[in-house]
């Protein structure tokens, strides 16, 4: 119960209910949408934002941003598809190549912001135009994935009752959202990111280890960008290296809506997690409503984003006046 009425939980907790009251409305309109095979459809159909959503939760925890997430996941789904497409290699092996890469990508971002002092926008905006321009010099066409061994991935399944089923991404989704939410609670590195995004030269006086947990925070959102442009391979059988444009915002967006502040310091793997199912409920609804143009995601998700983009400025406010001397 004190957990509810901290001031610091409310935002995951209004998240939370907007996640409800969004599911129980789409459910009380829309018949079945409150079968089992809606919510686990959710959860497979945005499985590569979710994995990048959590990824850049850490480098938004941290005070930074990370513009160059949905061109990995073009870049990283491009280059799986040639390496097994065109050079043969074995999809295992060009998995590990392309996470290896996007951590590689990943640790130069957090490099240049912590040793060179370049900001965060515009080191990853570099990194942004960088992966876009490689994935079109690999390839400006998309390339099926034929090998058995990606097609058995792709068409894994477990089926459960009321045609339901849980696939690879969903998975992988839900072990990156546990493994990270213990990583941002239970480890010196998630601790020292919160302590970065509080205050820099706080955590730098404390004896914090500040630009190596930057570059770790970057690294970290560059694997999980390239493991989200794998699922999304998995998901099409195919590699694209336009794939991803925009994803950055939408992943944005899903953090800030599951109650993380732009400023750092403060939110959760778990409300980046939910505001990812937020996202996915939304453009459901809209699919199941069919009557309304696509469009109405966009403005559903900006004014949601208002919402909470205002509920954190009153918090900042708040917590400003409640550490004021006197």
Request: charged fraction near 10%; proline fraction near 2%; hydrophobic fraction near 55%.
């Amino acid at each position: 119960m004190k957990w509810l009425r901290s001031r610091e939980n409310l935002p995951l907790l209004a998240t939370i209910g907007v996640f409800l009251v969004l599911y129980l409305t789409a459910g009380w309109k829309f018949h079945g949408f409150f079968s089992t095979r809606v919510p686990l459809n959710l959860l497979s159909d945005n499985a590569f934002l979710g994995v990048v959503a959590v990824g850049l939760t850490f480098v938004i925890l941290s005070g930074g941003i990370d513009l160059s997430v949905g061109a990995m996941v073009g870049l990283s789904g491009i280059l799986l598809a040639h390496l097994v497409t065109r050079e043969h290699w074995h999809p295992i092996l060009a998995m590990l190549a392309t996470l290896a890469l996007g951590v590689l990508i990943g640790s130069v971002h957090g490099l240049l912001i912590a040793k060179f002092g370049i900001a965060p926008f515009l080191a990853t905006l570099g990194g942004l135009f960088f992966c876009r321009g490689l994935g079109l010099w690999i390839s400006q066409e998309s390339i099926d994935i034929e090998h058995p061994f990606f097609k058995k991935l792709a068409l894994f399944s477990i089926v459960l009752p009321g045609a339901a089923s849980i696939t690879v991404g969903t998975i992988v989704l839900v072990a990156v959202v546990i493994l990270g939410a213990w990583i941002g609670r239970n480890t010196l590195f998630g601790r020292t990111i919160y302590a970065i995004g509080g205050s820099k030269v706080s955590a730098t006086l404390m004896g914090l280890q500040v630009d190596k947990t930057l570059i770790r925070a970057y690294a970290l959102s560059g694997f999980c960008s390239a493991l989200g442009g794998l699922l999304y391979a998995i998901y099409t059988s195919s590699g694209n290296a336009v794939a991803g444009t925009g994803m950055e915002l939408d992943a944005i967006a899903a953090v800030v809506i599951g109650g993380t502040l732009l400023s750092g310091g403060y939110g959760s793997v778990v409300g980046s997690f939910i505001g990812t199912l937020i996202l996915g409920i939304i453009q459901t609804a809209i699919s199941y409503q069919g009557t309304l143009s696509s469009w109405w995601t966009k403005i559903a998700i900006g004014a949601l984003l208002l919402i909470f983009m205002l509920m954190q400025r009153g918090l900042v406010r708040i917590s400003s006046k409640s550490t004021r001397p006197g």
